[in-house]
């Protein structure tokens, strides 16, 4: 089971996998309390968007896919909407669309559209070299380190969002002046990650390892540390076996990613649902 690892470009293609999986399960914990999971796909979109765009004109191949992300990020944070009959995820949604319309427009213009497309889509993890990796390791390694010196701080930022209202601590946090500046570093932050991670695996595997591993995880443990390791830990189990069905069966590896994470969620959703089950007929 481990004779892939003999070929450079899988076990750079695992490493880059792990750097991604680790910190975007983390931050997918905080994206699902939240209830903005479309927030990684709008972020994704955007980014791609902006590399669309630096392709199309020929220049700023990094700095623009930033600055795309960091200012759909700053406006994602300031979504305030007051109307109880509107949502978040409808309003990011609708800049999922139409960023999604606007990257394919420009892609359409360049030579190879169909496959750029794709690339976009799913990446090309099997292509990632050290020097990528290492860009990947200082900026992952930059945003894990904020979160963890302040995690308290984003799990408090988290719990506000969430509709408990015996939670007085977080409820008063959300009155605080400083709310907007720590929501504004918590877009940031994502925004950042997905930039990066869209440039070496593709806009779905991103969403994956942001939403499968949370989502799992929350069905597995209460407790947020106890959450938090097990995200990490689907997300890892789904980098390796995500390789290895694509390693053995010749399946693309962005999209075996996917499919490993989704049937790790099929098991783990099975397992919830007979736990549940059985604790009802207890009581």
């Known amino acids: 089971m481990l004779e892939m690892f003999q070929l450079d470009f899988i076990v750079q ?14 931050l997918g914990v905080h994206v699902v309390g939240r209830g903005i999971v479309f ?11 902006g590399v669309a765009v630096s392709d199309y004109m020929g220049y700023g191949k990094t700095i623009i896919p930033i600055a795309f992300a960091l200012t759909g990020a700053l406006l994602m944070s300031l ?12 309003i990011i949604g609708i800049i999922y669309a139409v960023a999604s319309a606007a990257t394919v427009m420009l892609i ?38 904020v979160h963890f010196i302040f995690y308290k701080k984003f799990y408090l930022l988290t ?19 400083l709310f907007r500046l720590w929501n504004f570093i918590f877009y940031i932050s994502i925004g950042l990650a997905i930039v990066f991670a869209v440039r070496t695996s593709g806009v779905i595997p991103v969403f994956s390892f942001l939403i499968i591993p949370a989502v799992g995880a929350i069905m597995l443990a209460k407790n947020n540390l106890r959450v938090t390791i097990f995200a990490v830990i689907i997300s890892l189990v789904g980098a ?10 010749d399946f693309p590896a962005g999209s075996s990613l996917v499919a490993v994470l989704g049937g790790l969620f099929l098991l783990i959703s099975i397992f919830y649902f007979i736990r549940n089950r059985s604790m009802e007929k207890k009581t």
Not at 13 to 26: E, R
């Open 159 to 177: 719990e506000s969002f969430e509709d408990d209202e015996t939670n007085t601590e977080a409820i008063a946090f959300r009155k605080n002046k």
């Open 108 to 145: 359409s213009k360049t030579p190879h559209g169909d496959s750029d497309i794709q690339e976009v889509l799913f990446g090309n993890i099997l292509s990632v070299d050290w020097a990528q990796i290492k860009l990947v390791g200082i900026i992952f390694g930059a945003i894990g380190l």
């Open 39 to 49: 927030v990684d796909l709008a972020l994704g979109q955007i980014s791609s968007l």
């Open 79 to 90: 979504i305030n909407i007051r109307d109880k009959r509107l949502k978040v995820e409808a």
């Open 240 to 249: 390796y076996f995500g390789l290895f069905v694509s390693f053995h069966y």
């Open 13 to 26: 293609a695992f490493v880059v996998s792990i750097i991604i999986g680790v910190v975007l399960s983390y």
